[in-house]
């Protein structure tokens, strides 16, 4: 399922998913249709999955879907784990490395990230009984150019998410580059992450991935925009590459094999 979802958006059809052109609309609707039969709720505008929002990029929808938890101690506590869906188009000298002109189809960056998370989001949904806090699956627009979409979500809640308070957040980008490790950014936004991570990385009958703790924080993904906010955060990734934001990002580069359990983990 995994290589199904990164093969279709990673395709030549959705011209590079760049935010507010036509394949980036057609990613968003993409994923839309992989998630609503999954039975989360609608978490955007007016009953739907999409939050849309004007840029000068044009018209950018960020889409959102919810899972309910089941402990009404913490009914107001949310997490998020989000992804960026957009790509950089045909590429030009503002966000490419060239060469410029072909379609950017960005399978690691970031269609490896929204392939899993449409698994975890069907993963959750098929759990016997949600987890205590409500879990938000958001798939962020406009990334590429300067975080649009998880920077309009946390200034605008829609209203299916007024009143509640995010508590912790995970962001996957580039997780499709499995070599030696899995970077861990984020860990000392709060006490205990690193062991959060480790213990979760070390569970009875899963092989752990070796991990590496990056300690840096920069407005380099949408993990930036809930840090700056104060907000717990870890993100994942498996590191930049020579391909990244040039035409070459493509399928067959993927690690299918190390992509599974990062999601696992993530999970």
């Not at 994923?31 to 999954?38: D, H, M, N, R, T």
């Not at 709720?41 to 938890?69: C, E, I, K, W």
């Not at 098929?126 to 806090?133: C, K, N, T």
Request: hydrophobic share 40%.
């Amino acid at each position: 399922d995994l290589e199904n979802h990164l093969t279709v958006l990673a395709s030549d059809a959705f011209e590079g998913r760049e935010g507010g052109r036509r394949g980036g609309r057609a990613a968003g609707g993409y994923v839309e249709q992989a998630i609503a039969p999954l039975g989360l709720l609608p978490a955007g505008d007016n009953g739907g999955y999409f939050q849309s929002f004007a840029s000068r990029h044009g018209t950018l929808r960020n889409v959102l879907a919810l899972l309910p938890g089941s402990d009404p101690a913490c009914g107001d506590e949310l997490v998020v784990t989000g992804g960026h869906y957009d790509h950089v188009g045909y590429g030009n000298a503002r966000n490419s490395f060239g060469p410029f002109g072909f379609v950017h189809n960005g399978a690691d960056d970031n269609a490896s990230g929204v392939a899993g998370l449409i698994e975890i989001a069907e993963a959750l949904a098929a759990l016997p009984q949600p987890p205590r806090r409500s879990i938000l699956i958001a798939f962020w627009d406009g990334e590429e150019q300067g975080l649009l979409g998880s920077k309009h979500f946390l200034g605008n809640y829609p209203t299916p998410l007024r009143g509640r308070r995010i508590v912790f957040s995970i962001n996957l980008d580039m997780i499709g580059r499995l070599r030696q490790r899995l970077e861990v950014f984020g860990a000392r936004s709060a006490v205990g992450l690193e062991e959060l991570v480790t213990r979760a990385n070390n569970l009875p009958g899963q092989k752990p991935l070796p991990l590496a703790f990056d300690w840096k924080v920069e407005a380099d993904s949408d993990h930036y925009s809930f840090l700056r906010r104060g907000i717990p955060t870890l993100m994942f990734h498996t590191g930049l590459h020579d391909d990244y934001h040039r035409p070459s990002d493509d399928v067959q580069l993927v690690n299918l094999a190390g992509l599974e359990p990062v999601v696992r983990l993530t999970l």
